[in-house]
C-alpha cells in the first residue's frame, strides 16, 4: 500500500478503538460486577465503587460451583480428546483415501453441523434415562463427541490437504503400510491442525447449554454454564448477581487464555473449510 | 436434505472378495478399506447419538406422551402435528424465531463486513484487533446474556440507568431487540472470519486496476470484492441463519421466553422439560427439523442456480 496520510492513520486508528470497545465492554461490565460488594451491586456505575473479592470466595468454597467446574473440565477434555481422534481417522480417509461412500459422510456429518440441539434433547433425554447415561459424564461427553465431530472433520479435511503427501508415498516405497504411513509420517505433521481443532472442538464443549440443562438433573454431572443459570441467592428475595458474575469470569478466564495463545491457529481453523470448499 | 441418509457400514463384502481379485488391485482394496475403518468409528457415533434418536423422536411424535401420566399413553397419529400446528403460541413462537433469525443476520452481515474489512485493512494494530475479536466468538454465550441481562436490569445495569432506568427486558418488542442485540454482538465476529477468508481470495492486482481506471471505493467494493467473495458470504449466511434459527442460550438467560419473546427451541424446551409433553415437544422438535431442512435447501438450491457476479442477495 501506498505511503499513510496521518488522516488515514486517524480513521483506522478510530475504527480499530470503536471495534475493541464494542467488543470489550460487556466482558469487563461482567468483571466489574464480580467485583462489587452486595450493597453496591444495585447501584448502577459501570466500574465499582467498592471492590470485594467476595463473591469469589462465596463461589469457590461451595461445591455447587466447584463440583460443575470440575465437569466441565473433565466432560470438555474427554469429549474432546474422543472428538478429534475420531474426526482426525475420518478426515486422513476423506482428504487422502478414495472410497466409496466419502460424500455420504460429509453429507452426513453436515446434516449433524445443523442439527437443532433441541431436536436431540427429547429423545436423548428418554434413551439416557433408558441407558442409565442420564446425568452422568459419559451422558454428555457422547453427545458432545457426536456434535463435535463435523466440526473436526470439517477442519481437519481442510488442514490435511495442505500437508505434502509425497512424504507418506517415500514412507510406502521403504515398505511402509497405509497404516504405518498415518501414524508414523502423517500424523505428526497433522499436529498443528489437530491442536487448533481440538480448541475449537473444546470452546464448543465449554459453551454448550441447551444438552447441559436437558440431559443433567443434579452437580454430579451439570456443567458450569447450566450450574451457573441454576444459582440461587442466599434468601429467597438475593438475587445472585454476585456470585453469578464471579462464575462468568472464572469460566471467561480459559477462554481468554486460549484466545491470547492460539489467536493464529483459532482464525486459521474457522476459515480453513470456509473458502476451500 | 431428510434425516433417512443411509450410514455407511459396508465392511462385510471385502473378506470374501479378497482371494478372487486380482493382485493388481491389491492396494486400492487395502486403501479402502483404510478408508471404512478409520471413518467408522466417527459415523458410528454420529449415527448413534443423531439419526437413531430423529427416528425416536418422530416415533414420540405420534404418541400421545406426557410423562407425568404414563397410563395415558397411545398412539395418535398426526394429532400432535395438528395442536401445534393450530396453536398461536407455535405461530407467534415462529414469526418472533424468524424476526430474530433475519435481523440479526442482516445486521451481522454489514457489521461483520465492516469488521473483515478492518480485520483485513487497518494499518496498525491489526494483531490486537483480531485477538479482541476473538474474545466475543469464544466467550460462553450464557456469560454475554448475563453480562447484557444485569446491563438492562433496572437498579443494576449502566445501560438501564442510561436510559433513564428503563426495563426494556419486560416489553416484547424492546425485549427481543436486546435478544437481537446480545446475538449480533456474539456472532459478528465469526461472520467477519468467516467474510475475511473471502477476502484474502481478492487479488490486490484487481483492485489496483479498477482504481487505476477510476473505479470509486464504492465501486470497488461492489463489482470487484463482492462478486468475489459471493461463495464466502453465502456459506457464512448458511451457517449463521442456522445457527440463528435455532437461538435458545440468549433467550433462556435474557427472559426464559416471558413476554411473548420465546423462540421456537424455547416453547418446544418448555413444552418438553416444564411441560414434559414429550409427544407436543417432539413434533415442535420435527417441525424445526423440517424449518432448518427447508432453510438449507433454499440456500443450497441459490448456490447452484445464481449465476457469478449477480447481486449478493437473494
Not at chain 1, 481442510?158 to 514412507?171: D, T
Not at chain 2, 461492489?222 to 440463528?244: E, G, H, Q, S, Y
Amino acid at each position: 500500500m501506498a505511503a499513510t496520510t496521518p488522516r488515514q492513520r486517524a480513521g483506522w486508528g478510530i475504527a480499530n478503538t470503536v471495534a475493541i470497545l464494542l467488543a470489550l465492554i460487556p466482558v469487563v461490565w461482567i468483571v466489574s460486577l464480580s467485583f462489587k460488594t452486595t450493597g453496591s451491586i444495585t447501584d448502577p456505575t459501570y466500574f465499582p465503587t467498592h471492590w470485594t473479592w467476595a463473591n469469589y470466595s462465596g463461589i469457590l468454597t461451595t461445591s455447587t460451583f466447584i463440583r460443575p467446574l470440575i465437569n466441565s473440565i473433565g466432560i470438555g477434555l474427554i469429549a474432546t480428546f474422543i472428538a478429534v481422534l475420531l474426526a482426525s481417522m475420518a478426515a486422513y480417509a476423506v482428504a487422502r483415501l478414495s472410497f466409496p461412500g466419502k460424500r455420504v459422510l460429509i453429507g452426513v456429518s453436515l446434516l449433524i453441523a445443523m442439527f437443532p440441539a433441541i431436536a436431540l434433547a427429547t429423545p436423548l433425554f428418554n434413551i439416557e434415562r433408558i441407558l442409565g447415561l442420564f446425568n452422568t459424564w459419559p451422558g454428555l461427553i457422547i453427545p458432545y463427541v457426536a456434535t463435535g465431530l463435523p466440526l473436526g472433520i470439517y477442519t481437519l479435511s481442510a488442514f490435511f490437504r495442505e500437508i505434502p503427501w509425497e512424504l507418506e508415498k517415500a514412507a510406502k516405497v521403504d515398505g511402509a503400510t497405509p497404516f504405518q504411513a498415518f501414524v508414523r509420517v502423517i500424523a505428526p505433521l497433522a499436529a498443528p491442525g489437530m491442536v487448533t481443532t481440538a480448541i475449537l472442538v473444546f470452546l464448543f464443549c465449554w459453551n454448550e447449554f441447551l444438552l447441559a440443562i436437558t440431559l443433567t438433573s443434579t452437580t454430579a454431572s451439570r456443567t458450569a454454564p447450566a450450574a451457573m443459570a441454576f444459582f440461587t441467592g442466599n434468601s429467597q428475595f438475593a438475587v445472585p448477581t454476585g456470585s453469578i458474575s464471579a462464575a462468568a469470569v472464572i469460566i471467561t478466564i480459559p477462554i481468554i487464555i486460549f484466545v491470547l495463545f492460539f489467536q493464529r491457529r483459532i482464525v486459521a481453523g474457522l476459515t480453513s473449510g470456509a473458502v476451500k470448499g | 436434505m431428510t434425516t433417512t441418509t443411509p450410514p455407511v457400514t459396508a465392511r462385510e463384502p471385502l473378506a470374501g472378495q479378497r482371494r478372487h481379485r486380482a493382485r493388481l488391485s491389491e492396494g486400492a482394496r487395502a486403501e479402502r478399506r483404510l478408508g471404512w475403518l478409520l471413518c467408522a468409528p466417527a459415523v458410528i457415533v454420529m449415527v448413534a447419538v443423531t439419526a437413531y434418536p430423529i427416528f425416536y423422536a418422530v416415533y414420540l411424535s405420534l404418541q400421545r406422551y406426557i410423562l407425568s401420566a404414563p397410563q395415558l399413553t397411545k398412539f395418535v397419529g398426526l394429532a400432535n402435528y395438528g395442536a401445534v400446528l393450530s396453536s398461536p403460541y407455535w405461530w407467534h413462537a415462529l414469526v418472533v424465531t424468524v424476526i430474530i433469525t433475519a435481523v440479526s443476520v442482516a445486521i451481522e452481515l454489514v457489521l461483520g463486513m465492516l469488521l473483515a474489512l478492518l480485520m483485513y485493512r487497518t494499518i496498525f494494530g491489526r494483531g490486537t484487533v483480531r485477538t479482541t475479536m476473538l474474545i466475543p466468538y469464544g466467550i460462553v454465550t450464557i456469560v454475554a446474556a448475563f453480562s447484557w441481562q444485569y446491563a438492562w436490569t433496572p437498579g443494576t445495569g449502566y445501560l438501564s440507568a442510561a436510559f433513564h432506568d428503563s426495563a426494556p427486558l419486560t416489553k416484547t418488542s424492546t425485549a427481543v431487540a436486546i435478544i437481537i442485540l446480545a446475538e449480533v454482538w456474539k456472532t459478528t465476529p465469526f461472520m467477519a472470519l468467516l467474510l475475511m477468508a473471502g477476502l484474502s481470495l481478492v487479488p490486490e492486482d484487481l483492485l489496483k486496476a479498477a482504481k487505476v481506471d477510476g473505479a470509486s471505493a464504492w465501486q470497488r467494493f461492489t463489482r470487484v470484492m463482492l462478486p468475489l467473495m459471493k461463495p464466502a458470504i453465502l456459506v457464512a449466511l448458511l451457517f449463521r441463519t442456522l445457527d440463528a434459527f435455532r437461538i435458545f442460550d440468549n433467550i433462556y438467560i435474557l427472559t426464559q421466553g416471558s413476554n411473548g419473546t420465546g423462540s421456537v427451541s424455547m416453547l418446544t424446551y418448555d413444552n418438553l422439560f416444564t411441560g414434559f409433553n414429550f409427544g407436543v415437544g417432539s413434533a415442535m422438535s420435527i417441525l424445526i427439523l423440517i424449518c432448518v431442512a427447508i432453510i438449507a435447501v433454499l440456500f443450497i438450491k441459490g448456490f447452484g442456480t445464481a449465476a457469478p457476479g449477480t447481486d449478493i442477495r437473494r
